[in-house]
């Protein structure tokens, strides 16, 4: 109850509904994803179970066209597959997928770019080289490489049961450095400043200074980074969907789906993109909007200042 | 102001009009690895041997030979074929071309790696005089001319010694910029003055081409690769090339529908097929879980919605047209047979099967396999489908890391047999017969049929074996028959496609009029 | 600073040498270059000849001792699709890609300077916000979309730009460079791909620069400056902008990652035959020395690039020193 109250006083909310461009977002936001966690119970097909699915309904025009059909509101993809059904079960990947990577990749790169930043010296060099590793092996290297480790595991039938926690894997490996140098870039300003410096003084241990002092300090470009992060994984996820290494086909995401109907374009089925086209830069742009919200709202120089 | 804009367009197009030389910007998916023809039998590699080369013979539009630098020819026993070869015959070097430089060709491509298993039936070739040469096989081959198709006389004398690093200029290397690989003189309507691997090929008019009636005028031919299908098509469309293939049958229907450019298409002879491997799968061992699947897949459907009508759906290995080709062998879909089928096998409640296909080889590839997948959930098999580049899909082939395997085959031999010889024979190492074939289908008269194939020169009696070999494949489910590829084409209006292009898609440039 | 620099140079080694170890472990799991290199209907022992001759069926680790015994004389393995020393094909595909974010980077800089200062000074005015509207929207649209939407209207339906490739180059500097910079016909064949990779580099420098520049403007001595009566404009732009600078690079210098991951990706769209292109061919075609070369000069490239950014990181903030001894 107490916290409850806590949080009511908060500048965090007051700021929130402050802000229609927040609480616009937000909802939006919550809305997506509400939506694409109960697809199974409110989506009207189901585009997973094959079985329901035939190849004489592909490319079916949304309802408003003349051959359009009521069953299939926003039309068919070019395997029959319900355009809203299949986007809302795909957009619950895609956000899985991207907030599961980013969640990864922020909690690799803050460690790291901390203890990077704040103890220096040997530990430093030894983490931003491995970043510039890191960063010279693309995406597609790191998922080619752990899709055939664990393909030559598993064998390739359980590769599309296990397809979303490894791309989460792949991802989130692959795109650590971005958060870890701007985490040192920051650590390396903050550390030197009188608060630290009185942190010291005062008796605290490091780990109490970097996780207490510094990590709020160096949280605003993190935010920054993290907003596009989001869109960056679901992007990436579509990138390496396109090269047979993302998702299953039997199981698009946002990405996937938007890749399949590139092909279709020129040919007329517009719908094939556009539609998860429009649903993800909405998705990514909510997102971004509400980083942007929490960036002015946490940082804690811009209101303490 | 739109009166000003269509002034200002029409002088834009004046002006870059070329004056003189006819040049046509060619957007194709791939350019030869090499200028040396022997270093790949590939598609490509066979389209660039037309263009800066000339086979013996070739094949007409009607699958039928027609004579190229052999004017004529005669057998003189059951192994022997006697050329007699076009005089006043001229290679871009300057050389003049005579029976020593077929004898020397042929010496070649049995050397070649990827030829030598299409030339081992040759024994020998010996030039009779200048201008005659006798070639001799193994044994009685009944596809001695179609193999005469792939006989590209190079130029003996320009492949002749050592290049300035001492290497010999003969020498067919897959991997190194050897002399015969960055160099060409054939006897072919074009040569080549330019070359940027993978970014562009120019080709110019060979002035001395022997060929005086051929109708073709084009003066220059640019061959640029263009990987991606929609790509492509942009490129065509906003007129940065002049003429691609392939075309995506996604697109189909708006080139028609575009004023400036036009659709060339044709039945093609590459067949796609699933392979269902006996050896992973005991129920694949049982003919009725295989001719269930077979009922299963609606192939008609895939045709007319994939591949957007243009392919030709398949109940057989080889189409109409072809010595095996069978009118009762028809594509047969019947869900309510597929289920009986699968009761009667006492698989009712199905079972799981894994299934890999490739993403960038066969036209719309992935989207056939993942179709299939929902129709085989619909006789209760579900199916774990991967798909994949061909880079990485033939090691898994090859491998049979899948129950269930997508496989396309285009015999080099424009014939029958060639499709049992890689596809359905019992695999053997030692013979390399029956290479792709990954699911383990073995019957002992199929391969005996084949086998005699090989040595029958009468065209009926091959085609009645071959005829056979089709039937005993149907009725056992050997295998699960999709389509036919169409070959497309598409370029602007004043090109001339239609009568220079074929089954074999090679098409014939320097016969390409331009209006 | 020489201490520094030596130090990084021994880095750089050893981290050429756990790039090019990891690159040749990845090598085998992108398929078989031999299967590229032969027609579908070559009998399995050929292939088999073929990679004895070219030493694929040597044990892993003999491999790469040979590799590192060539590649300590520069000679990185043939490109088996090229037929070339590999690392000649990415010397001759390197200006494609380099032209192309430079002046991308040319763009970003020119505009995102301006317009971020603007935002962060105004940043209540209405421009601000319709350039804040708009960088969030378009850090929002994936850049393949961006760049197909640009072939649909500009190439196929209005016939104003080039669909694809570089155009007509011109060789520069002995043939050592082909530039597209110099005819009508390449820098119109420039205009598209550079619009689809700036597209989502451009918000977020927006972003960043207006972030960056918001924080300063809040600090002390930025108060007292004008408190002090210094004019607008020297504030802004003398006192400010420099101290907005530090983290930019920082940033920027982070970011060339994932431009080079863009450029992978523009470079797919349009075809441009750059290093990114270059590089997906390499991995469908299983063009392995060319695979692992390409890893190693992007590796030495970011080594390169991070090291410079160090320093100007050190000559801009004198508290970070860059000393040989911590």
């Known amino acids: ?305 | 102001m739109k009166k000003i804009f269509c002034l200002i367009c029409t002088a834009v197009i004046l002006i870059s009009a070329p004056v003189h030389a006819k040049t046509v910007n060619l957007g194709v998916a791939a350019d030869p690895i090499a200028l040396d023809i022997h270093v790949q039998l590939s598609g490509e590699m066979l389209a660039y041997s037309h263009l800066s080369f000339d086979p013996l013979v070739r094949w007409t539009k009607d699958m039928k030979f027609e004579p190229r630098l052999a004017e004529k020819w005669e057998r003189l026993d059951e192994l022997t074929m006697r050329f007699y070869l076009r005089k006043n015959v001229k290679f871009h070097s300057g050389n003049i071309f005579t029976a020593k430089d077929v004898v020397w060709t042929v010496e070649r491509l049995k050397k070649s790696q990827d030829f030598k298993g299409l030339f081992e039936i040759f024994e020998t070739a010996v030039a009779v005089d200048e201008y005659t040469v006798d070639i001799k096989t193994k044994k009685p081959y009944g596809l001695f001319l179609n193999m005469m198709t792939y006989l590209f006389p190079m130029d003996s004398d320009f492949y002749t010694g050592t290049d300035e690093n001492g290497k010999p200029k003969d020498a067919i290397d897959k991997v190194a910029a050897t002399f015969a690989n960055t160099h060409e003189s054939g006897t072919g309507p074009f040569y080549v003055t330019y070359r940027e691997q993978g970014v562009k090929t120019v080709f110019k008019r060979f002035a001395d081409y022997w060929d005086k009636d051929c109708p073709g005028n084009i003066d220059e031919l640019i061959m640029n690769p263009i990987k991606k299908d929609a790509t492509r098509v942009a490129s065509l469309l906003s007129g940065d090339v002049d003429f691609i293939y392939p075309v995506a049958p996604q697109d189909y229907a708006m080139v028609q529908n575009r004023k400036g450019v036009k659709l060339v298409t044709m039945g093609g002879s590459r067949i796609i097929t699933f392979q269902l491997n006996q050896n992973r799968r005991p129920e694949f061992k049982n003919t009725d879980v295989r001719r269930a699947i077979v009922y299963a897949v609606n192939n008609e459907g895939i045709v007319e919605k994939i591949m957007k009508g243009e392919a030709v759906a398949a109940g057989q290995q080889g189409p109409k047209g072809f010595g095996g080709y069978v009118d009762e062998l028809k594509p047969r879909y019947d869900l309510k047979k597929a289920k009986e089928l699968m009761k009667k096998a006492g698989y009712e409640n199905g079972f799981e099967c894994t299934m890999i296909a490739p993403n960038n080889r066969y036209v719309n590839d992935e989207k056939i396999a993942e179709a299939v997948a929902a129709m085989l959930s619909k006789i209760n098999i579900k199916v774990n489908l991967k798909t994949m580049p061909k880079a990485q899909y033939w090691n898994s082939f090859d491998a049979q890391e899948a129950d269930i395997q997508m496989i396309g085959w285009h015999p080099d031999t424009e014939d029958s047999a060639n499709y049992s010889e890689y596809l359905v024979m019992t695999p053997s190492k030692e013979t390399g017969y029956g290479q792709y074939n990954s699911g383990n289908y073995s019957n002992k008269k199929v391969d005996e049929l084949v086998l005699a194939c090989q040595t029958e020169t009468d065209p009926d009696v091959r085609n009645a074996m071959l005829k056979e070999i089709e039937t005993i494949l149907y009725n056992e489910a050997a295998f699960v028959p999709l389509h036919w590829q169409n070959l497309s084409w598409a370029g602007k209006d004043n090109l001339d496609i239609e009568p220079i292009v074929n089954i074999m898609n090679f098409p014939y440039f320097g016969e390409l009029v331009v209006k | 600073m020489f201490a520094f620099i030596t130090r990084r140079i021994i880095q750089a080694v050893v981290v050429m040498l756990i790039i090019s170890f990891i690159g040749f472990t990845i090598k085998h799991h992108v398929g078989d270059p031999v299967r590229e290199l032969v027609g579908v209907s070559v009998k399995a022992s050929e292939r088999e000849a073929l990679r004895e001759k070219l030493g694929l069926n040597d044990p892993f680790f003999v491999q790469y001792k040979n590799f590192l015994k060539n590649a300590v004389r520069g000679d990185f393995g043939i490109s088996y699709f090229f037929k070339k020393p590999a690392a000649q094909v990415i010397l001759e595909k390197a200006p494609a890609t380099l032209e192309l974010v430079f002046a991308s980077s040319i763009l970003i800089i020119i505009l995102s300077i301006p317009l971020g200062t603007y935002c962060a000074i105004k940043p209540k005015s209405i421009l601000s916000r319709l350039i804040m509207g708009m960088s969030i929207v378009g850090v929002s649209i994936p850049v393949f979309l961006t760049a197909i939407m640009l072939i649909f209207l500009f190439s196929v339906n209005l016939h104003i730009l080039p669909s694809y490739g570089r155009g007509e180059t011109v060789a520069v500097f002995g043939g050592l460079w082909d530039t597209g910079f110099l005819t009508i016909d390449g820098l119109k064949h420039l205009i598209l791909p550079v619009i689809a990779l700036s597209s989502i580099m451009l918000p977020l420098f927006i972003r960043l620069i207006r972030a960056e520049m918001m924080e300063v403007m809040q600090t002390e001595y930025i108060k007292f400056a004008f408190a002090k009566g210094l004019s607008k404009k020297r504030i802004w732009f003398v006192h400010a902008f420099k101290n907005t600078l530090l983290p930019v690079i920082t940033v920027g210098g982070v970011q060339l990652g994932i431009m080079i991951a863009y450029t992978i990706l523009t470079e797919t769209v349009f075809q441009w035959q750059g290093m990114g292109f270059m590089f997906l061919e390499a991995v469908e075609r299983s063009d392995t020395s060319l695979l692992v070369a390409y890893l190693m000069f992007v590796g030495v490239l970011f080594v390169g690039v991070n090291t410079v950014v160090d320093i100007i990181y050190g000559l801009i903030n004198p508290k970070v020193r860059i000393s040989g001894t911590k």
């Open chain 1, 1 to 305: 109850m107490d916290k409850w109250k806590k949080f009511k006083e908060s500048y965090f909310l007051y700021s929130f509904l402050r802000d229609p461009v927040a609480i616009v977002s937000f909802i939006i936001f919550l809305f997506l994803v509400i939506v694409s966690f109960s697809a199974p119970l409110i989506a009207p097909h189901d585009p997973y179970d094959t079985s329901t699915i035939s190849i004489m309904d592909s490319e079916i025009p949304p309802v408003w066209y003349g051959e359009g059909d009521d069953n299939f509101i926003l039309g068919t993809d070019s395997q029959g597959r319900d355009m809203l059904s299949t986007m809302m079960y795909g957009m619950r990947v895609s956000i899985i997928i991207g907030i599961g990577a980013v969640a990864l990749q922020a909690f690799l790169g803050v460690v790291i770019g901390l203890l990077s930043g704040y103890i220096g010296g040997r530990v430093d060099a030894f983490f931003m080289r491995l970043a510039d590793i890191q960063l010279s092996f693309s995406t597609l290297m790191v998922a080619i490489f752990i899709s055939a480790i664990f393909q030559t595991a598993f064998g390739v039938g359980k590769y599309s049961e296990y397809a979303v926690p490894i791309l989460v894997l792949i991802i989130g490996i692959a795109e650590w450095p971005q958060y870890a140098r701007t985490v040192r870039a920051s650590v390396l300003g903050e550390k030197e400043k009188e608060y630290v410096e009185a942190a010291k003084v005062i008796g605290f241990g490091s780990r109490w200074i970097m996780f207490r002092h510094i990590l709020p300090n160096t949280l605003s470009p993190v935010f920054v980074i993290s907003t596009i992060q989001v869109a960056n994984a679901v992007m990436s996820e579509a990138a390496l969907s396109f090269l047979g290494l993302g998702m299953p086909v039997t199981k698009p995401s946002l990405g996937s789906l938007i890749n399949l109907g590139f092909e279709y374009i020129f040919s007329g089925s517009w719908w094939i993109t556009i539609f998860p086209g429009i649903l993800l830069i909405i998705l990514v742009l909510v997102v971004n909007l509400l980083g942007d919200w929490l960036r002015d709202v946490l940082n804690p120089k811009l209101y303490k200042g």
